[in-house]
């Protein structure tokens, strides 16, 4: 016997729809909008059936325990530290495992903004699950949603809800687009980060990581919008940023730290990423 809620310390809070369609008609809230949220702690025969989806778009995080979901006949087993996100409208069922029923955050969204949002998040017309590495940033977000709705429903309240809500869908978006530990891609990225002031060959580095130079490459476009080459010379710029904003050390110096042992190359770069030199960059944030 599945059921929606009534789950021993579980948290819920619904706004008023009068409320949800006058804030669908405000500036801001009309953009994304926190109609529904709540918190149910190892929520034993947990489940929802909704033939015809939901007229919002829910977000459903998996802290502990396992359960299920089931968006076209198939049943598909989710554990903790996972995101599940179905769209408006969309038919689905899921519930908690008999065994080791989940703990759940989980929230419903209304707004101009959410089908972009989700895009982001690379969920479309289908149900998506997000392997989270920010899980506790997640759940924070939640928890002060759902501590914020139990307080009152107020204009201000609900525009501060959205504002929590864009947060969290940016960071769903953020997890997906961030490689899991151990893949190609994230020890090659790692690699990058802890070689700031050395070169790479692409080729060295995708036989390192046990893909082509040409898998890397798009692994990498993928993920940064640029190639392997492109993402570690934005990190050395980053590096002379910080050395720029914390130290007294000299140009030519911070050229040297980052592996650009040229003083004029290390301008040229640092000129074409930021529109000004290192010694104009230092001098404008000192202002």
Same mark, same amino acid.
């Given at each position: 016997m599945e059921r929606a809620d009534g789950f021993d310390h579980q948290r819920m809070s619904v706004v008023p729809r009068p409320l949800v369609d006058a804030a669908l008609a405000r500036p801001v809230t009309r953009r994304l909008l926190v109609t529904d949220a709540g918190y149910f702690p190892r929520a034993?025969?947990?489940?929802? !059936?909704?033939? !015809?989806?939901?007229?919002?778009?829910?977000?459903?995080?998996?802290?502990?325990?396992?359960?299920?979901?089931?968006?076209?006949? @198939?049943?598909?087993?989710?554990?903790?530290? @996972?995101? /599940?996100?179905?769209? +408006?409208?969309m038919p689905h069922s899921y519930g908690a495992d008999a065994d080791d029923p989940w703990t759940i955050w989980w929230c419903h969204l209304r707004g101009e903004d959410v089908a972009e949002l989700l895009e982001a998040a690379g969920v479309t017309s289908h149900a998506g699950t997000i392997s989270l590495r920010a899980v506790d940033r997640v759940t924070a977000l939640l928890d002060e949603i759902a501590t914020s709705l139990e307080r009152d429903t107020t204009p201000a309240r609900?525009?501060?809800? +959205?504002?929590?809500?864009?947060r969290m869908m940016t960071q769903l978006a953020v997890d997906r687009a961030l490689p899991e530990d151990g893949t190609p891609l994230e020890r090659a990225m790692r690699y990058l980060?802890?070689?700031?002031?050395?070169?790479?060959?692409?080729? %060295? /580095?995708?036989?390192?990581?046990?893909?082509?130079?040409?898998?890397?490459?798009?692994?990498?476009?993928?993920?940064?919008?640029?190639?392997?080459l492109a993402y570690h010379l934005a990190q050395k710029m980053a590096r002379a940023r910080r050395l720029l904003d914390?130290? %007294?050390? &000299?140009?030519?110096?911070?050229?040297?730290?980052?592996?650009?042992?040229? &003083?004029f190359y290390f301008s040229r770069q640092f000129r074409r990423t !930021?529109?000004?030199?290192? +010694?104009?960059?230092?001098?404008?944030?000192? %202002?």
């Open positions: 034993t025969e947990h489940g929802r !059936h909704r033939p !015809h989806g939901a007229p919002e778009t829910i977000v459903i995080v998996c802290v502990a325990g396992r359960g299920w979901i089931d968006t076209g006949g @198939t049943r598909v087993r989710i554990g903790t530290s @996972t995101a /599940l996100v179905f769209p +408006s409208g609900l525009l501060a809800t +959205s504002g929590m809500a864009w980060e802890e070689r700031v002031d050395g070169r790479v060959q692409v080729p %060295e /580095l995708a036989a390192m990581v046990g893909v082509s130079a040409s898998h890397l490459a798009s692994l990498f476009r993928d993920a940064t919008g640029g190639g392997v914390t130290t %007294e050390m &000299p140009v030519a110096e911070i050229g040297r730290a980052i592996g650009m042992d040229d &003083p !930021h529109g000004l030199s290192p +010694s104009g960059y230092r001098a404008m944030r000192r %202002e």
